[in-house]
Each structure stands twice: as structure tokens, then as C-alpha cells.
């Protein structure tokens, strides 16, 4: 369950260019069609297959301060072509339209160049499918046994 939730976050992290950039139908098609297969496969594993679904055995401590957090500290470091200097807070300029360095959303306060930072949630979610696996491992590692289809899934994963 919180690998899927990772795996959530990171598609929507990875995935945000469909706002801003349209290469094709197809791609924001598959794009829309990963983050939305994801979101069902939670919605199922908490209401569909709760009965399944062992929660005691789920024990991965703090997913989002042990993994999540320290890929977006570290997207912020690491992302190429990026100087952290480059991110200020700043008043948007009267005419945002006009201005190449601004976004383009009136309520953001963010003034960085929105190329900036979709590098910054690709890198983020680069770092963040590193590390995604590592709930499950968990689970199976402390579990002892695997079934063969957890093989599976966790080989899958690797690929």
C-alpha cells in the first residue's frame, strides 16, 4: 500500500507537465491513464481488498519524512542546469504575460522560470522511483516468507 502511494505522489510529480506542455493526445493520454490507474489501484487495495490488505504486517516507519522528503531536499540540490540561488520569493512583476522569467499565475508568489520547475519535480520524482520499492522490501523482509506472485511484483519492479 505505500509503495502505491509513493508511486501516487511520484506520477503526479513526474506527470505535471500536462498542464504546460502538449507533445501529443497520446502522451497526455497515457500520462492521465498511469496517475489515474494508480490513484485506483489504492482506491482498491482500501475498500475493494481490505480483507486482504494486511495492515499489521504494513510497517514501513514514516514513508513521506524517511523517503519522500529527503528526494525533494535532494531534487532541490541536484537538479541540473539549477543553482538554488535561482528560486527567490518575489513579488510578481504588474505584467506576468509579458515577463519571461515569472510564471504566469497571478497567485503565485514563486518567481522562477516554470522550465525551473518542472526540472525540479522530474528530478524529484527520479529520486523518489529509486527509492519507492523500498516499503515493500520492507514488508518482505520483516514477513520472512514471500508468495510467489510478491516475486514476481518485486522482480517487475527492478526491470
Not at 497526455?28 to 480483507?51: D, Q
Amino acid at each position: 500500500m505505500k509503495t502505491q502511494e509513493i508511486y501516487a505522489i511520484l506520477f503526479l510529480a513526474r506527470y505535471l507537465d500536462i498542464f504546460s506542455n502538449h507533445l501529443s493526445i497520446y502522451l497526455t493520454f497515457m500520462k492521465v491513464v498511469f496517475v489515474c490507474s494508480t490513484f485506483y489501484i489504492i482506491y482498491l487495495i482500501r475498500y475493494t481488498y481490505s480483507k486482504s490488505y494486511s495492515k499489521q504486517e504494513d510497517t514501513f516507519p514514516k514513508p513521506l519524512l524517511l523517503l519522500v522528503a529527503p528526494c525533494a531536499v535532494l531534487a532541490f540540490i541536484v537538479t541540473a542546469n539549477y543553482h538554488i540561488t535561482e528560486v527567490r520569493l518575489a513579488v510578481p512583476p504588474a505584467d506576468p504575460i509579458h515577463s519571461p522569467t515569472c510564471l504566469s499565475f497571478p497567485v503565485s508568489p514563486l518567481c522562477v522560470p516554470s522550465l525551473v520547475v518542472m526540472q525540479i519535480f522530474w528530478t524529484f520524482s527520479i529520486l523518489l522511483e529509486a527509492v519507492a520499492i523500498l516499503p515493500q522490501l520492507w514488508m518482505l523482509l520483516k514477513h520472512g516468507e514471500t508468495v510467489e506472485v510478491r516475486n514476481h511484483f518485486i522482480n517487475v519492479q527492478f526491470i
